[in-house]
């Protein structure tokens, strides 16, 4: 029963209300888009963690159904804090439902993070001082890769669309040490065109 009340509402956005057709999205037309989500992390241990996302997108559309989008954001997980920055193509599908617009994104990401110390100096008494972190002891991460995703927006109005999507960032761990680095977003935003 939990699962049928998402499905309808997906299938009630995707049919529309009025059935109304989305209209292309005109070249030239630049689009913000501030969003919340979640990233977790895909094999790259304590060195990047699951975090909680906020960001600002900023798209300019090339032409109908194709954008070009910059976008930066910012997480924070368990002592961890992260900074993203991306560059993506989005490919809106416009005439396949009605008011509901599937997309496509790909492109390119850096990301930055850094977690707490984890030695600190010790007193002359032998406990450890929590403002005194031993230098290096740090943890800072620097990756650069590849974005491919998809989503969907919904116009609530010709200039204001509701969306979600879904991001997989494969890339190349530099610091510390080099490796693979991954994770897996899901963010929530409602764009406005300008």
């Given amino acids: 029963m939990r699962a049928a009340a998402p499905a309808l509402l997906t299938v009630a956005l995707l049919l529309g209300m009025d059935r109304a057709w989305a209209d292309p999205i005109p070249g030239g037309t630049a689009e913000l888009l501030p969003v919340l ?32 989008v910059l976008g930066g954001w910012v997480g924070f997980g368990d002592g961890y804090l992260g900074l993203d920055a991306h560059l993506d193509f989005k490919w809106r599908l416009v005439k396949l439902f009605p008011k509901a617009v599937p997309f496509f994104v790909a492109g390119l990401g850096f990301t930055a993070g850094y977690n707490p110390p984890t030695l600190y100096a ?7 001082d929590p403002t005194a972190p031993i230098p290096g002891s740090t943890d ?8 491919v995703g998809g ?5 609530v109005t010709p200039r204001v669309l509701a969306g979600v999507q879904l991001v997989f960032f494969i890339g190349h761990r530099f610091s510390p040490g080099e490796g693979f680095l991954g994770s897996v977003q899901v963010v929530a935003g409602v764009s406005w065109l300008l």
Avoid: C, M, P, W
Wanted: overall charge positive.
């Fill in 37 to 68: 989500g979640a990233t977790a992390n895909v094999g790259a241990g304590r060195r990047q963690e699951s975090q909680l996302q906020l960001g600002l997108d900023g798209a300019y559309s090339l032409k109908d159904a194709l954008s070009i």
């Fill in 122 to 128: 010790r007193r002359s008494d032998g406990t450890i």
């Fill in 140 to 147: 800072a991460l620097y990756g650069f890769g590849g974005r």
């Fill in 151 to 155: 989503g969907i927006d919904y116009f």
